[in-house]
């Protein structure tokens, strides 16, 4: 057996490990084969692992099943996974999710005391030189100041879901005063915001965006909520350029970056609803509807004189007596 077969079939025996086994399709999808080849790839798997059992469930679908036991010793992560674990904690503490941070950490203390100690050694050189060629260790560049009492009731209350009491300042006041909302969700950005609705507004009232930087406090309150049914987070994202939802700037947006730049912009993308036009002379033309000219401002400053704005006016006039020629792009 082949060294690439050979770990497609501990790939296999990993599924077929778990509580409802695995099943031909499932095989198919991991291993890349036919659903003749993932019928062979079940005999392999008996044939290796005499503890196999097959099941069938109450539609007729077979699960192959082995005990988590009998791969236990297979089981030794990698470096690369264990690096990955380290970087992926390091994102989430950047991005400001520390109880998810602390909870991965947990999981990767727990994987790190199930390596053997013959191996461990080994695996610790080549982790420290990942993580060094990926930079782990050093990520430059301004970021909010995270407060992580703050952190933990959001994380809370989202998971209720249940009201939150919090301190808040908004732009157009000099102190911060208590409002209790319901909270649905949280947007990460340059900023990160909470997305929730002001209870003393009554239920019909529309989301608000929160900066979490702007939150000296907050408690999470025993009184649940319900959901807004309608509200899908990742759809309410796209109505952003970046973190902020401004419902009064929302509309088409068109962007044209030079010859010059189109190639390096074509290696961005600027919102997940864009669409790219080639003009004739290479110009890059790039379409896509949000809000949130202010943080558009900021990235398209990035730009310098190798970006137009060509729709909305507001946001032309807004960035056109600021186009600079710097030395490099974004």
Not at 5 to 21: I, P, T, Y
Not at 153 to 179: M, T
Request: proline share 7%.
């Amino acid at each position: 057996m082949s060294l690439t077969k050979a770990q497609d079939l501990v790939a296999v025996a990993m599924l077929a490990a778990r509580r409802n086994g695995v099943t031909l399709d499932e095989i198919v999808e991991v291993v890349g084969c036919s659903p003749r080849s993932a019928q062979r790839w079940t005999q392999a798997l008996m044939a290796t692992f005499p503890q196999t059992t097959r099941d069938m469930d109450d539609d007729r679908r077979a699960h192959w099943k082995l005990p988590a036991r009998s791969i236990a010793p297979l089981l030794t992560p990698t470096a690369d996974e264990l690096a990955s674990l380290t970087t992926a904690i390091g994102e989430l503490t950047t991005a400001g999710l520390l109880p998810q941070a602390r909870t991965l950490q947990s999981l990767e203390r727990k994987v790190r005391a199930l390596i053997p100690p013959q191996a461990g050694a080994r695996l610790e050189v080549d982790e420290e030189a990942l993580l060094l060629a990926l930079g782990h260790a050093a990520r430059p560049g301004p970021r909010p100041v995270m407060n992580t009492a703050v952190d933990d009731a959001i994380f809370e209350a989202l998971k209720g879901p249940r009201q939150l009491r919090i301190l808040y300042r908004s732009r157009s006041e000099s102190v911060a005063r208590e409002r209790i909302v319901a909270p649905h969700g949280l947007l990460l950005g340059v900023r990160r915001y909470l997305v929730a609705r002001d209870c003393a507004k009554g239920a019909s009232a529309p989301l608000q965006h929160y900066r979490v930087e702007e939150i000296p406090e907050a408690e999470v309150l025993d009184e649940s909520f319900a959901l807004d049914p309608e509200f899908n987070i990742g759809k309410h994202a796209e109505r952003g350029f970046g973190s902020y939802e401004n419902p009064s700037d929302f509309g088409e947006v068109v962007w044209r970056f030079t010859p010059q730049a189109a190639p390096h912009a074509r290696r961005f993308v600027f919102h997940p609803t864009q669409t790219l036009e080639t003009e004739a002379d290479g110009s890059l033309v790039v379409r896509f509807r949000a809000s949130g000219h202010l943080e558009m401002g900021w990235h398209l400053y990035c730009w310098g004189d190798q970006v137009e704005v060509l729709a909305p006016e507001a946001l032309r006039a807004r960035i056109h007596d600021h186009r600079q020629t710097f030395e490099a792009m974004p």
